[in-house]
């Protein structure tokens, strides 16, 4: 018996109205920041990006807070803004909505084999075709509100994937759980540079897919370069090559990491060494940030009147100083490391075990191992921006249904805290609730986790080898 097919006008009028659900409710997270809320982070880029455009060198000329790969995020947005800031954050916000959608394309890719090329034709041809009206109505667009045209930019480009390709459940159920991480974090990533370290995971994990060891080394170098933490991700990469003996494999993922690390690094260690090591340097000196793990809980004791803190602002973010928090900040790393090594242990003897049935190691294994250092490093640093959160983004979508559930809730706890209620954090118990619900929440998950690398045979649902 055939099921019967929607009707075409009912179809097109269910998606039309999924996408002004859509461009609505982005307008709605986005509310404060279309009321002029000031994001420190792009005038920060807009300076750097100024400086290097006339001629000045990183870290020689001027000091920097960033990796050197950073800049390449940094740059295009300044070449047509020619030195005015609102135009600056406008074009930034376009690159990061363009990541966003390559981002999109990759996570399919990542899926199963998928046509990008047959998409991006369809949408120019479609765009050719359509022209005119589209110029004018974009044009329009861009002159009410450039977030609206970015939108609107979006939606067209799923719209274009979801017409040309013949996209399975799995991958539609994928397409749809990014889109909504992408919608609740838009906050987040379309102000900061951190998705375009999430392109370089993807097409890290893209290359692990595809069996490509020296892309694999290359892109994570470059994450690396951009950003630091996704350095994580080289104990599960390398144990994923070694715990079947790939050695061959293993040689030339190193290589062309540390390959591509010293030509990222050497000259401007061989400019100025000490100069160089200066944004590293830079956050050790920094307090508890405000929404950390030991930060939260302390401020969770302040509501309490059992903790005396102080909040001050330092190195361009807000932390807080009480009794005893030097300890905690001593005791941090070696929390990390003694933490890092114990999963890394499970790690390599889930791999071990795998190897030794002579079964391949998945894909989702490598994720839930990537995503656990993560948090790891997250939960033990001193400083917890809200931006972390998008780190986690590729390795949830390649795992199950009670991950991606979990990660929702973190998503949605996150921007309750930042930017919803973010300055009543220090006075009001139910937001200091909610930040503790979220740090809490991210340690229950750490600790699944692992009690899935230690009995892996309940678990890794989704196996993409």
Same mark, same amino acid.
């Given at each position: ?205 893209? +290359? ?5 060891? =020296? %892309?694999? @080394?290359?892109? $994570?170098? &470059?994450?690396? *370069?951009?950003? !630091? ?84 602002? +330092? ?5 807080? =100083? %009480?009794? @005893?928090?030097? $300890?905690? &900040?001593?005791? *941090?790393?070696? !929390? ?97 609730? $909610? ?31």
């Amino acid at each position: 018996m055939m099921l019967k097919q929607p009707h075409p006008i009912r179809r097109g009028l269910t998606v039309t109205g999924g996408f002004i659900a859509f461009v609505g409710l982005f307008l709605v997270i986005n509310h404060t920041i279309l009321r002029g809320q000031s994001i420190r982070d792009i005038e920060l880029y807009f300076d750097y990006s100024q400086q290097i455009l006339t001629g000045n060198i990183p870290y020689l000329d001027f000091a920097a807070e960033y990796p050197p790969a950073a800049f390449l995020a940094m740059l295009p947005p300044q070449l047509f803004a020619q030195g005015n800031l609102e135009q600056y954050r406008i074009f930034f916000a376009a690159e990061m909505v363009l990541f966003v959608l390559w981002g999109g394309l990759l996570v399919l890719a990542i899926e199963s084999p998928f046509n990008g090329k047959l998409a991006l034709q369809s949408f120019l041809r479609w765009g050719f075709t359509w022209g005119l009206i589209i110029v004018a109505i974009a044009a329009l667009l861009f002159w009410l509100s450039p977030l609206v045209f970015l939108i609107v930019l979006i939606i067209t480009a799923i719209g274009s994937i979801w017409r040309t390709q013949r996209l399975n459940a799995q991958q539609k159920q994928t397409l749809a759980a990014y889109g909504i991480y992408i919608l609740i974090l838009s906050p987040l990533w379309l102000w900061r540079y951190d998705f375009f370290v999430v392109l370089l995971t993807l097409i890290t994990l893209l +290359s692990l897919r595809r069996a490509r060891p =020296i %892309f694999v @080394g290359v892109s $994570l170098a &470059l994450g690396i *370069l951009a950003k !630091l933490y996704p350095i994580v991700m080289l104990p599960p990469i390398a144990l994923f090559y070694f715990s079947p003996r790939a050695y061959s494999a293993l040689t030339k993922f190193l290589l062309a990491l540390f390959i591509t690390l010293a030509i990222g690094i050497a000259p401007f260690i061989w400019l100025d060494a000490q100069q160089f090591i200066s944004f590293l340097t830079y956050h050790q000196e920094r307090p508890l940030q405000l929404e950390s793990l030991p930060a939260g809980l302390a401020i969770l004791l302040k509501q309490w009147d059992w903790l005396a803190v102080e909040k001050v602002f +330092s190195h361009s973010s807000e932390g807080l =100083i %009480f009794a @005893g928090d030097q $300890l905690i &900040l001593h005791f *941090l790393p070696f !929390l990390f490391i003694s933490a890092a090594s114990w999963s890394s242990y499970w790690l390599w003897r889930y791999f071990s075990c795998v190897s030794h049935k002579g079964a391949q190691i998945s894909l989702g294994a490598i994720a839930s191992g990537c995503l656990l250092l993560h948090l790891i490093f997250i939960l033990s640093n001193k400083v917890f921006s809200p931006q972390y959160v998008i780190w986690l983004l590729p390795f949830v979508l390649l795992l199950g249904q009670r991950d991606r559930f979990i990660y929702l809730c973190v998503c949605l706890l996150t921007i309750l805290v930042y930017p919803t209620f973010y300055d009543r954090l220090m006075d009001s118990l139910p937001v200091a609730l $909610l930040l503790n619900m979220r740090n809490g929440l991210m340690v229950v998950w750490s600790i699944l986790l692992v009690q899935t690398l230690r009995s892996p045979q309940t678990y890794f649902t989704r196996m993409t080898s």
